[in-house]
């Protein structure tokens, strides 16, 4: 049914006449318009009996809206477009169908994953606190999902349920990737963290290494296992004072065990080696390319030399020169970056100056009287220390002079060592020459990512749960997040300008459900999808945009 304005000539003149039609196809399925109402002459017609008769018809109309500026009212703006999408997404990993199936045995009275999956696409779209997540809620459109219907405790029992099935959560979701997105598992990428809490933190907190260079803290430690894509595999949350090393056997059991991958090449950074861990990997017969601590490991330090003799520049790896060399079966490699190089070593040349400017100058006062021996060697040796330079020189006075013994050893050792790094593998090399190996190693950044994206966007931090189990479920909720925001990210590298997972969303955003009403009657509408926003949504799958949405 369509309205038209059709034309008739009459004494040299034309006239439009305004109907309302109806088409139809005749007894030989040809197409016919018909005639429903005939309004009468277009330029003799009263607006205003128009717009009475619409609203005494609109009594009887299933649509409660009709587009009148000067009737209609806007109620809520509420963010949709990146919402609509990674609900998308979470129904292709069918993680309602996963969690709600290993939760069938326990006694909860609501819909625990619609509560997990808000949580999720709050991480990865506005980060909050629990507390701030029912804020949140009254800004966003989450399809069957009312504010209203979302407690605190609602929130927490939902964590509580999830860590009770995170291993088969992960698992599940391992297979659902697998089927859609074929991620490359011949390379796993592993890597551990450290988050800290600021006051006091739960049984599993305690003091240890920091990453985020706050030891006065205590923390936990997180362990990544991702693929070549940087799509999480698996997780693990350890206490704070847990060693890196300890942590592979774990990693390499949960790989063989609970994933059945068999044939995996690990990929894992200098603080993972040590040789119980080559055992572990041997044994399970991983295949692995592990980064060599450079100091105080006696395998890196019989690679030490004077000079380049043997390296060369591959052009598989531009700015690179990389050398070889093998020992019972074991495969070690030097990468050499000639400006890492050149780079740290006027770093440490302008260290050495200052150090040198401050002690002449220290040692005019001594001779001046203007300072004791005693405080002149303390403040040299701090203005040492201050440049982290210990290692390099140890301090005299002699003769009310300052001098600085340079431990030529050392000197040579750390010059040597500038812009290097040293992996060892044991990849056969006919399958995987050198540079192949180096750029696998260099892959390993995807698990650093992770954690930047964890820490920074996704704000794995402050936590704010007193609990253990509370807080792995934290962190699992993170995870999520950034396999979501991953997802988004490998899908929009189809564009003819790739986005980033946190650009894509951003567009997304501009997407808004709007809130409207006449009179008694209310309608929840969508804003017009631009292009940008219909060309990632068609990477990422998602259906077209509904106009209308159900009212909450």
Not at 70 to 92: K, N, P, T
Not at 219 to 234: C, K, N, S
Not at 248 to 277: H, Y
């Amino acid at each position: 049914m369509f309205v038209r304005a059709s034309q008739k000539s009459s004494g040299g003149k034309v006239y439009q006449y305004l109907q309302l039609c109806e088409s139809y196809r005749n007894e030989k399925g040809q197409p016919r318009t018909k005639v429903l109402v005939n309004f009468g002459r277009l330029d003799q017609l009263d607006r205003k009996k128009i717009d009475s008769t619409i609203d005494a018809l609109l009594k009887y109309s299933e649509n409660p809206v009709r587009p009148r500026l000067s009737d209609l009212e806007h109620g809520r703006v509420r963010d949709f477009g990146d919402i609509f999408a990674l609900v998308h997404i979470w129904g292709r990993l069918r993680l309602t169908e996963s969690i709600t199936k290993n939760l069938r045995n326990a006694k909860i009275e609501f819909d625990a994953a619609k509560i997990v999956q808000a949580m999720v696409i709050n991480r990865a779209c506005d980060p909050t606190s629990k507390l701030g997540i029912l804020r949140w809620l009254e800004t966003v459109y989450i399809p069957e999902l009312r504010a209203a219907d979302v407690s605190y405790q609602h929130l927490l029992r939902a964590m509580d349920a999830l860590i009770g099935i995170k291993d088969e959560i992960e698992k599940n979701l391992y297979n659902q990737m697998i089927d859609l997105f074929s991620p490359d598992v011949d390379l796993v990428f592993y890597d551990i963290t450290s988050s800290y809490f600021e006051g006091d933190g739960p049984e599993i907190a305690a003091h240890g290494y920091s990453r985020d260079h706050r030891p006065d803290l205590t923390q936990i430690v997180v362990a990544l296992a991702v693929t070549r894509e940087g799509f999480p595999i698996f997780h693990e949350v350890y206490p704070g004072n847990t060693a890196d090393v300890s942590t592979v056997a774990d990693a390499v059991s949960i790989l063989s065990q609970r994933f059945s991958i068999r044939k995996t090449v690990v990929v894992a950074d200098r603080g993972m080696i040590s040789e119980s861990n080559v055992e572990v990997l041997d044994k399970a017969e991983f295949l692995y390319i592990l980064g060599l601590r450079q100091r105080k490991n006696g395998e890196a330090e019989e690679l030490y030399q004077k000079n380049l003799s043997g390296f060369a520049a591959d052009p598989a790896l531009p700015g690179l020169m990389l050398k070889e060399t093998e020992r019972d079966g074991i495969r070690y490699i030097q990468a050499h970056n000639p400006e890492v190089m050149e780079a740290k070593r006027l770093c440490r040349n302008e260290r050495v100056e200052k150090i040198e400017k401050e002690i002449n100058a220290l040692e005019k006062r001594l001779q001046r009287g203007g300072l004791s021996e005693k405080d002149c060697y303390h403040k040299v040796k701090k203005a040492v220390e201050d440049r982290h330079m210990t290692d390099y020189f140890t301090p005299k006075i002699e003769d009310k002079k300052v001098i600085l013994y340079r431990n030529q050893a050392i000197w040579e050792r750390e010059q040597y060592l500038d812009g290097k790094f040293f992996l060892k593998t044991n990849l056969p090399a006919d399958e995987y020459p050198t540079a192949e190996i180096v750029k696998n190693y260099k892959q390993l950044q995807q698990v650093e990512r992770a954690f930047r994206e964890l820490k920074d966007f996704l704000k794995i931090r402050p936590i704010r749960h007193f609990t253990d189990e509370r807080v792995r479920a934290h962190v699992f909720i993170c995870v999520l997040a950034y396999l979501m925001e991953k997802i988004v990210e490998h899908q929009c590298t189809a564009l003819p300008k790739p986005l980033s997972g946190r650009r894509a969303l951003s567009f997304l955003s501009r997407l808004k459900a709007i809130e409207c009403t006449v009179g008694d009657r209310s309608v929840t509408l969508t804003n017009r999808v631009d292009d940008e926003i219909r060309a990632i949504l068609s990477a990422l799958g998602v259906p077209p945009v509904p106009k209308n949405l159900p009212n909450q």
